[in-house]
């Protein structure tokens, strides 16, 4: 009998991220992104080979970092690369539509992918100020494509009061998704074609191809599409096969241990979620 | 931009200080936890800078150290954070939300190109980017507009021109010649925007020595050159040093404690308690500290411990 292997939530969660990067495409993670990090650079060895990887701030091309940092500026991100570039060169190629994928989460998201990395309240009566969109506004409306990721899609509870990351109305967008407050993307004149993919750690959603809401397509093994609607202050589309993921091999696994041994995948969660564990 | 031409531009860091008025739109240096000009940053709040329009792209330490040292107006940065490794910036957030500092969060791209503007000297960049975006309602000059060639809509931003800019580099001569190891981050751009920029620098080599290794970018941008070791502390400036994770922490702790605990824990200790930067590397830990910030070069397994102090 085989023996008992276990892959951890933030390990399987990095699996969906990376399932979302295509081969031969330019790809790139901003600040503020460790699980985007792994999944980068585990798709760089293991299904897109010829990913143009774009390191985040530190802007080298395919670096081969002897471990994954804390901080996504600093001269472990630039080890084993390539070339340098300069990072406006990143941002060129995505105002030439040149940039396929990148990667943004928010405080909160509607159900149309938009996010707002900027503030809860207005500029004039600003009651909570998150550190800004870097450089998310832009590539938001840029990239061919690009994938929402966020960890604490579970609602929290307070008391009566609940507490929503998908909520029906973001307070401030920064980074933009399919239907803006200012309209449609198609009225917009925009390069890029918006979020196609948004990973959480209750489930994988796209977009309705009509509506364009988020649309539930894969769960985890231990959520329920009620889970789902419990956690989510808007309705989600349910995608007619919405079904249980697949599991990662193990040998993703063991990759995934091997180039981030500070676990900085595990940053971004509530402390009771990594208890979250699944056999292979 | 200016043109400086002087052969001697190096001075003493409260010298080159005063090059920085209240009110000036100051472009910083480095970003994230990277050779961000940490020392002038508490040079300016010993001199008791005011009403300071920080410019940036993704930065952390320095700007939540300003906006602490109660030397900032305004903050357009496109991202102030110690990302997941300590969080939000609790300076940066109190300042926001107290609304004594004026949020004109910018977006990375957008900056790039208005800082490109005026290196080029042109008056704005049109942009197919923004639209959509409430990041609008914080840039009253931004406007819409139609692009005439091709009827399609765009948003034009005007070229921005920082007053100063602040810089830590690796190494410089006393002409102003800067060599700067990449990453660059916005530093290149920043150099050739603003109007004046002062230099830090880890090593002040000579001008021969210079032209060996070839500068990134020639004097004549420069305004001031100041020797100032560890200039960067707590941010890296590799190869020298490593970041400094024990001393962001207890940075972190003193910030979240509120405005009078960060005075007295933390400003009052490293910033306004010490004379000099020699003084300063003393009381952060000396020969100790130094030589643990430099085990980097020994190798994965010390690099990766550095990631973990604190």
Partial sequence: MAEKFEVGIDELFVVNVARTIEDRTTVFHGVSSPIPMVAMYLSKLTHAKDMVYFGGVSSAVDPNPPFLPYTTNDWVMIQGRTAMVTVDKIFDLAQKGELDRSFFSGAQIDMYGNQNVSMIGSPDKCKIKFPGGAGGCNLSADCVNYTIWTTRHRVQRRGDKKSYTFVKKCDFVTNIGHVTPYGPRSELDLVGNGPDWVVTELGVFDFDPETKVMRLRYLYPDVTVDDIMDSTEFQPAIHPEVRVMDMPTREEVELIRRIDPLKVRQLEYPPQELARKFEL | ?310
Avoid at chain 2, 57 to 66: K, S
Avoid at chain 2, 228 to 254: L, M, N, Q
């Fill in chain 2, 1 to 310: 931009m200016g043109i400086f031409v002087d052969r001697d531009k190096l001075m003493t860091l409260a010298e080159a200080a005063k090059i920085v008025k209240d009110g000036d739109k100051v472009a910083v240096g480095g970003g994230l936890c990277m050779r961000e000009p940490i020392a002038m940053v508490n040079e300016l709040i010993r001199q008791g800078r005011r009403n300071l329009h920080l410019i940036g792209t993704a930065h952390g330490f320095d700007v939540d150290l300003a906006c602490g040292g109660d030397i900032v107006g305004a903050v357009e940065e496109t991202h102030v954070s110690f990302e997941q490794d300590f969080g939000l910036a609790p300076n940066y957030r109190r300042a926001c939300e107290s609304g004594k500092v004026k949020i004109r969060e910018n977006c990375c791209n957008t900056i790039i190109n208005q800082l490109r503007a005026a290196e080029y000297g042109m008056p704005f960049v049109p942009m197919k980017s923004i639209k959509g975006s409430d990041e609008i309602k914080l840039h009253p000059e931004f406007k819409h507009f139609v692009d005439p060639f091709t009827g399609k809509k765009v948003v034009l931003v005007p070229a921005l021109e920082p007053d100063v800019a602040l810089i830590h580099v690796q190494k410089a001569d006393r002409h102003g010649n800067v060599k700067v190891d990449p990453p660059y981050v916005a530093d290149v751009l920043f150099m050739r925007a603003a109007k004046k920029v002062i230099v830090t620098a880890e090593e002040i080599v000579s001008e021969e020595e210079m032209i060996r290794i070839g500068p990134t970018i020639p004097y004549y941008e420069m305004t001031a050159i100041v020797h100032v070791p560890y200039g960067a502390h707590p941010t890296s400036c590799y190869p020298y040093y490593a970041y400094d994770r024990e001393y962001i922490s207890e940075y972190f702790k003193a910030a979240q404690q509120g405005p009078e605990a960060f005075r007295s824990n933390y400003l009052d200790k490293y910033v306004f308690g010490v004379a000099s930067q020699e003084e300063y590397m003393e009381k952060v830990g000396g020969k100790a500290k130094r030589e643990r910030l430099a085990s980097w070069k020994e190798g994965r397994e010390k690099w990766m411990e550095l990631f973990t102090y604190g």
